[in-house]
């Protein structure tokens, strides 16, 4: 979908650190949020046909989800085809990284993660083994490093 204002949201548990880029001008607005989407959609629907990104983590695609049905275009990049210069990683902070994605978005060098529908979302993630083993199969061996942690190193 074709834009004009790039949003780039750095998103955390408790507060959405936001920059607005509009490529043609070079404007660049910060704003800070807590979580709610309905702010933050109010804030960004007032630029010219806005797009939102966030990168791909630990608070999921709820506020994507949010996002969408308030009207803004919302994706989710995938961090790991992120291409971050490496001098970011000694001066980053949620402004700085909120600005990369909204010009990283600006750019259309955003890999977009597909966002599942909420009841996919909402199943239960498989198990990797049965709690307990079968009757009858005896249990593994223990690990040596829990052994470490539960002994000491020289196993006193």
Not at 8 to 21: K, M
Not at 81 to 109: S, V
Not at 110 to 135: C, F, K, N, S, T
Request: proline share 12%; hydrophobic share 40%; charged share 25%.
């Amino acid at each position: 979908m074709p834009h004009v204002t790039s949003i780039g949201l750095d998103v955390h548990a408790r507060s959405v650190a936001a920059a607005a880029f509009n490529p043609f001008t070079g404007e660049v607005v910060h704003r800070d949020f807590g979580t709610d989407a309905a702010e933050i959609a109010e804030w960004a629907l007032g630029f010219e046909e806005p797009r939102a990104c966030y990168e791909s983590g630990p608070t999921g695609f709820h506020m994507a989800r949010e996002l969408r049905a308030l009207g803004l275009d919302c994706a989710v990049a995938a961090v790991s085809k992120m291409q971050r210069p490496a001098a970011d990683a000694r001066r980053k902070n949620d402004r700085r990284d909120a600005e990369f994605i909204a010009r990283m978005l600006a750019t259309h060098n955003i890999v977009e993660v597909p966002l599942p529908d909420a009841a996919v979302a909402a199943a239960p993630a498989p198990r990797r083994a049965p709690p307990h083993p079968p009757a009858g199969v005896p249990p593994p061996p223990p690990r040596r490093n829990n052994v470490v942690v539960r002994r000491g190193p020289r196993g006193a």
